[in-house]
């Protein structure tokens, strides 16, 4: 499996936070130094490990605002 590259360019918030310390989180994030994405995900502390999650779109993410 190839290694996945990522690079956080802009963390928006902490949706909740676990007893292990654990947060979800909405990131903008680049994956693969692709145009970078809108993405909600598990992080570990300082982001060293993470769960999975769903990327989505500028589109995406204002429809999602708009359903909400």
Same mark, same amino acid.
């Given at each position: @499996? /190839?290694?996945?590259? &990522? $690079?956080?360019? #802009?963390?928006?918030?902490? *949706? +909740?936070?676990?007893? #292990?310390?654990?947060?979800?989180?909405?990131?903008?994030? +680049?994956?693969? $130094? /692709?145009? =970078?994405? &809108? %993405?909600?995900? %598990?992080?570990? =502390?300082?982001? $060293?490990? @993470?769960?999975?999650?769903?990327? *989505?779109? #500028?589109?995406?993410?204002? #429809? *999602?605002?708009?359903? *909400?």
């Amino acid at each position: @499996m /190839a290694d996945i590259k &990522y $690079e956080i360019i #802009k963390e928006i918030g902490v *949706l +909740s936070e676990n007893a #292990k310390g654990w947060r979800k989180e909405l990131n903008l994030i +680049s994956w693969n $130094e /692709a145009a =970078p994405k &809108y %993405d909600i995900r %598990d992080w570990a =502390p300082g982001h $060293e490990k @993470m769960g999975k999650g769903v990327t *989505l779109t #500028k589109e995406e993410i204002e #429809k *999602l605002k708009e359903i *909400l």
